[in-house]
Nanobody, 118 residues
Framework: QVQLVESGGGLVQPGGSLRLSCTASGLTLNNYGIGWFRQAPGKEREVVSRINSLDNTFYGDSVKGRFTISRDKSKNTVFLQMNSLTPEDTAIYYC????????????WGQGTQVTVSS
């Protein structure tokens, strides 16, 4: 059974940092493209960042220069380092995995809450 699990969310002050982790069981993340998404109350889900199986990365305009996606292949984990957080970053963050050259994501985690507030 495949399971993705996000962790690392929490409450942080504006300007602070968090590092989210996406770990997998039953799946080798290294072979998949991984996306980080977020959804804030009353808003549509948006893509935050992606990394493909060749480790090419993409960032949404709102997080460019502040967030960094990376893999630790030895730990079967993908990270999202989030710096200079603002209240607008408050959302539930999800990771998802998709096969190479596929557009749809096959597996999703349950999400982790990130709240940026003073």
């Amino acid at each position: 059974q495949v399971q993705l699990v996000e962790s690392g969310g929490g409450l942080v002050q504006p300007g602070g940092s968090l590092r989210l982790s996406c770990t997998a069981s039953g799946l080798t993340l290294n072979n998949y493209g991984i996306g980080w998404f977020r959804q804030a109350p009353g808003k549509e889900r948006e893509v935050v960042s992606r990394i493909n199986s060749l480790d090419n990365t993409f960032y949404g305009d709102s997080v460019k220069g502040r967030f960094t996606i990376s893999r630790d292949k030895s730990k079967n984990t993908v990270f999202l380092q989030m710096n200079s957080l603002t209240p607008e970053d408050t959302a539930i963050y999800y990771c998802a995995a998709r096969r190479p050259f596929y557009s749809a994501y096959d597996y999703w985690g349950q999400g982790t809450q990130v709240t940026v507030s003073s």
